[in-house]
């Protein structure tokens, strides 16, 4: 089936520290990827997505490449904010599936401090 | 725009009794769905349509009914609340995909936070 695996949580870091947060992915066909990001107390808000294999996403200084060779899209940021403290999650969405709706990943939690 | 409304924000209901989760969008997309929130769960789909008169089940539908009688409105009923559904539920629309343009970006509203006692 089609499902996606990120690193539990929670993160924390010191503001200005480099950021990676590990996606995987398993689908049949090739599926766009996503990274959501849900402020607290808010919804989720698109941050950066990828339609298709070495596509590289970039939103506010984030970035994540689809790898389709290992089945991953891993997000990383050079220097965090304390802005950037939020849950991240990764989604996927296979062409013709529940016709196209998302599936995501269990979210990371991330927590930048001063 | 507005863009995707969710009312009400917070909820408490006792076990067996009903309500509708309002939502609504000013976009004109054809596309709408509802998710539920769990902790350590991401979001699993409930239920969605692709357009008036038109639904279908997702990952986890029961105990959840879903009527679309408009492009703009897509509520969602729990006909008999039990604990397990607490959670936080999120509507979500999108344009449906083109051609041109096949991976539309779904837009979430600000989610209801349901407590089931």
């Known amino acids: 089936g089609n499902s996606v695996t990120q690193m539990e949580g929670p993160v924390t870091l010191s503001e200005e520290a480099f950021l990676t947060i590990n996606c995987t992915y398993t689908?049949?066909?090739?599926?766009?990827l996503f990274w959501y990001v849900q402020y607290p107390g808010e919804g989720l808000q698109l941050l950066l997505k990828?339609?298709?294999?070495?596509d590289k996403g970039s939103n506010k200084g984030f970035e994540a490449t689809y790898r389709k060779e290992t089945t991953s899209f891993h997000l990383e940021k050079g220097s965090v904010q304390v802005s950037d403290s939020a849950v991240y999650f990764c989604?996927?969405?296979?062409?013709?599936?529940?016709?196209?709706?998302?599936?995501f990943g269990k979210g990371t939690k991330l927590s930048v401090k001063p | 725009n507005a863009g995707v409304t969710q009312t009400p924000k917070f909820q408490v209901l006792k076990t067996g009794q009903s309500m509708t989760l309002q939502c609504a969008q000013d976009?004109?997309?054809?596309?709408m769905s509802w998710y539920r929130q769990d902790p350590g769960m991401g979001l699993r789909l409930i239920h969605y349509?692709?357009?008036?008169?038109?639904?279908d089940q997702g990952e986890v539908p029961n105990g959840y009914n879903v009527s679309r009688s408009t492009t703009e409105d897509f509520p969602l009923r729990l006909l008999s609340a039990a604990p397990s559904q607490t959670s936080v539920y999120f509507c979500?629309?999108?344009?449906?995909?083109?051609?041109?343009?096949?991976?539309?970006?779904?837009?979430f509203g600000p989610g209801t936070r349901l407590t089931v006692l």
């Open positions: 989604a996927l969405r296979r062409p013709g599936g529940s016709q196209g709706n998302l599936i």
């Open positions: 976009m004109n997309h054809e596309y």
């Open positions: 689908a049949t066909g090739y599926p766009s």
């Open positions: 990828a339609t298709k294999a070495d």
């Open positions: 979500a629309s999108r344009q449906a995909p083109t051609g041109w343009v096949p991976h539309n970006e779904q837009f």
């Open positions: 349509s692709v357009g008036a008169g038109i639904t």
